[in-house]
């Protein structure tokens, strides 16, 4: 029983961080119909950007909390940035354009962040500072609780929390609700559509971002190429939980983490890739709009 | 009118590829006087291929074995080189993906045209790379590949270091009387054949002597998250665990595995062996063992003198990986002056008559297996240094 619980805990919060990855998929998927795929390179800019930070402030030698939120903020900024410049250079040309188009041009700035990235930062892998030393916090007979674990878990459900309060609570994301119903609609109403558009890209590589940090925060190895598996996994996460659909990519995200931990704890950790994308074959077989996700309307 | 324009075009092009084919024929004919005159002892450096990981998950290894094989060769050149003619090392990166060895060594052997070709240290690279060695005929030392299938490709295929079977039973003889271990876990790398074949001969030599493994995990190079496989372990509740990994997975591992506060000692092979274990895995990996080749602070003044001048020259202290890389240039050059000849066949039997060679991690003969028949030694890990344990004599 303590083994399955931490091995629970354990799909928690690497599932957290796969839900935060998703949330950048989906709202993507909500107001474009576009699949983001150069989404996995955020990430990994992302963290990438919160490694040149610590070491830049000094904040690699000593471990504490607020040098940690410091790195977080730097990353969100950065991957913000660039989430805004992607859909303006990448996205917004091709909007009028048929649907495969954007997916391409996705699939090219995915490409040209993994090969700028080799560029940049060198193709060896780098290591994640300690921003918070590993300490045990919490220990019920054989289950152990680290610091680390409770940060990433924390973090992530205080971003989604934050999250849902912007799209649910706030103009931007009541219009924001309005373009993913129906864009031209929205058009409208006043709604500036393609500004909703630049801050769902901001909102979901800053996301991206945290993830990134969080991920060098409890296994500190990161490389240019390290975007690629989470950003298909991610995916897979939104088409589980529903894609368009936001607690859908947040649950979506934690199932495919302890689904995934509890294939490698039990089973075998040969088979913890392939399960994530027997799930993605499974849902579109037998639910295509995923557990959270509704009939699109019929438009007449 | 068109007809002539395109005779004139055919004309042209004939003359084209005919003083191209010329050209070609010169090149081949100044090459082979050139060679010709190299066996007379001529001037022209002898070029020595090295494919290696100088980037990517174990950069360290291949960049550890060029600076070995750099001093190496700058020693040798700096004392006359071999058969009159200096030695120049070409260094092609396979960014340590197998793939991409097999076309580091095609472009070395055919572009290049090397003599002889050293590289590489992971087992899947080099026998990735050694069929193409051996069907050019041109010899393959790898400097520091452990897995035994790497010199069953052929008989052009050497190594310098010693093999699984022998690590393995090492770590497993030592994990049973010196640590008292009777009960192990395993967690090996299932996509490397080194950390495969490691955990086989470590798994069979436990056994014999009496050990029950507890617990037989995997993961996939390029894995971050192993707390799933070591909540596993630890729910096994091992005396030890064999961790026969590359280091950049190693340090995460021990970090991770300290986390969830399984605190019985791990225990590895070479492939621990760079100083980004102990960057990356920090105190996690505090009074840790591994199976390595030499130890940097042995008392040996052979050992010693190359640890000052691989500092003075490169500025960081050897590991095994520099050691080794050091020693397949030597047993190379020392091979082609003994055959007075850098011809593919004769080179290959004259290493493979490599008798009690002097190197830094010991005394090397290559047997009829080619392998590299020398002592192994255990390290500690203490106050973020790798320190000798104990040495272990080849049996």
Redesign the interface.
């Known amino acids: 029983m303590e083994?399955f619980l931490?091995?629970l805990l354990?799909?928690i919060?690497?599932g957290g961080i796969y839900a935060l990855i998703a949330l950048g998929y989906t709202m993507v998927y909500g107001v474009l119909r576009l699949i983001n795929f150069a989404h996995g390179e955020v990430y990994m800019v992302g963290a990438m950007t919160g490694y040149y930070v610590a070491h830049a402030l000094g904040l690699a030698r000593q471990s504490s909390l607020a040098g940690l939120l410091v790195v977080l903020a730097a990353a969100m900024a950065v991957c913000a940035l660039l989430g805004a410049t992607i859909e303006r250079v990448a996205y917004r040309p091709l909007r009028s354009a048929p649907r495969l188009a954007p997916l391409i041009t996705a699939i090219g700035v995915s490409l040209l962040l993994q090969n700028a990235g080799q560029l940049v930062f060198?193709?060896?892998?780098k290591?994640f500072p300690?921003l918070l030393q590993?300490r045990?916090v919490l220990?019920v007979g054989?289950l152990?609780v680290?610091n680390?674990?409770l940060t990433v878990v924390a973090t992530a459900l205080v971003l989604m929390a934050a999250l849902q309060l912007v799209v649910m609570r706030t103009r931007f994301g009541r219009a924001m609700r309005a373009v993913s119903v129906d864009a031209p609609a929205a058009a409208l109403m006043g709604v500036p559509v393609d500004r909703v558009i630049t801050g769902t890209f901001v909102l979901g590589s800053a996301l991206a971002a945290a993830a990134g940090i969080l991920?060098g925060l409890s296994?500190?190895?990161i490389?240019p190429l390290?975007g690629l598996l989470p950003g298909l996994k991610a995916f897979v996460a939104a088409v589980l939980g529903g894609i368009g659909s936001i607690p859908g990519a947040m649950v979506g995200g934690l199932l495919l983490g302890i689904v995934?931990?509890?294939?490698?704890?039990?089973l075998?950790?040969?088979y913890?890739?392939a399960i994530a994308f027997v799930i993605l074959i499974a849902i579109l077989l037998y639910r295509p709009t995923g557990l959270f996700g509704s009939e699109p309307a019929e438009k007449v | 009118m068109k007809a002539p324009s395109i005779g004139l075009r055919r004309l042209a092009a004939l003359v084209l590829a005919g003083a191209l084919a010329a050209a070609l024929a010169c090149g081949r004919g100044g090459e082979s006087t050139s060679s010709g005159a190299a066996a007379g002892g001529g001037v022209g450096p002898i070029a020595v291929g090295h494919f290696a990981s100088l980037?990517?998950?174990t950069?360290t290894f291949g960049q550890s074995t060029d600076a070995g094989i750099r001093l190496a060769v700058e020693e040798i050149n700096a004392a006359g080189g071999v058969l009159g003619r200096p030695i120049e090392v070409i260094s092609e990166d396979d960014?340590s993906v197998t793939e991409e060895a097999r076309t580091a060594a095609q472009k070395l052997i055919q572009r290049d045209e090397v003599v002889a070709l050293l590289g590489e240290v992971a087992s899947s690279r080099s026998m990735a790379a050694a069929p193409e060695a051996q069907r050019a005929g041109v010899p393959m030392i790898s400097p520091a590949s452990t897995n035994p299938k790497v010199t069953e490709v052929g008989d052009y295929v050497f190594r310098t270091c010693f093999i699984d079977p022998f690590q393995g039973a090492v770590m497993a003889r030592f994990a049973f009387e010196d640590l008292g271990a009777r009960k192990v876990a395993i967690l090996s790398d299932?996509k490397q054949d080194y950390s495969v074949g490691l955990a086989d001969f470590f798994r069979k030599k436990f056994r014999e002597l009496g050990g029950t493994i507890v617990a037989d995990?995997?993961?996939?190079s390029g894995?971050?998250?192993f707390?799933?496989?070591l909540?596993?372990i630890?729910?096994a509740e091992p005396d030890a665990v064999f961790v026969p990994g590359y280091y950049?997975e190693v340090?995460?591992i021990a970090?991770?595995a300290?986390?969830?506060?399984l605190d019985v000692p791990l225990l590895g092979g070479d492939g621990w062996d760079s100083t980004?274990t102990l960057?990356?895995g920090?105190k996690?990996v505090e009074g840790y063992y591994f199976s390595n080749h030499y130890a940097a602070d042995s008392d040996s003044p052979k050992v010693q003198d190359f640890v000052r001048r691989f500092e003075a020259k490169v500025g960081s202290k050897p590991d095994a990986m520099a050691a080794l890389g050091y020693d397949a240039a030597g047993i190379l050059a020392d091979a082609i002056r003994r055959a007075g000849t850098t011809d593919g066949p004769a080179l290959r039997d004259a290493i493979a008559a490599t008798r009690d060679y002097d190197g830094v991690t010991g005394r090397i003969t290559i047997d009829r297996e080619r392998n590299a028949r020398k002592d192994a030694v255990v390290l500690k890990i203490e106050d973020g240094r790798f320190r000798f344990f104990r040495s272990v004599p080849a049996s």
């Open positions: 083994q931490q091995q354990n799909g919060a690497w060198g193709a060896d892998p290591f300690p590993a045990e220990r054989a152990a680290s680390i674990q991920v296994n500190p190895k490389d390290m995934e931990t509890l294939v490698a704890g039990y075998s950790s040969t913890r890739d | 980037t990517g998950d950069a960014r299932f995990e995997r993961y996939t894995d971050i998250e707390r799933a496989q909540t596993t630890r729910a950049t340090g995460l970090k991770q300290r986390e969830l506060g980004k960057e990356i920090g996690a």
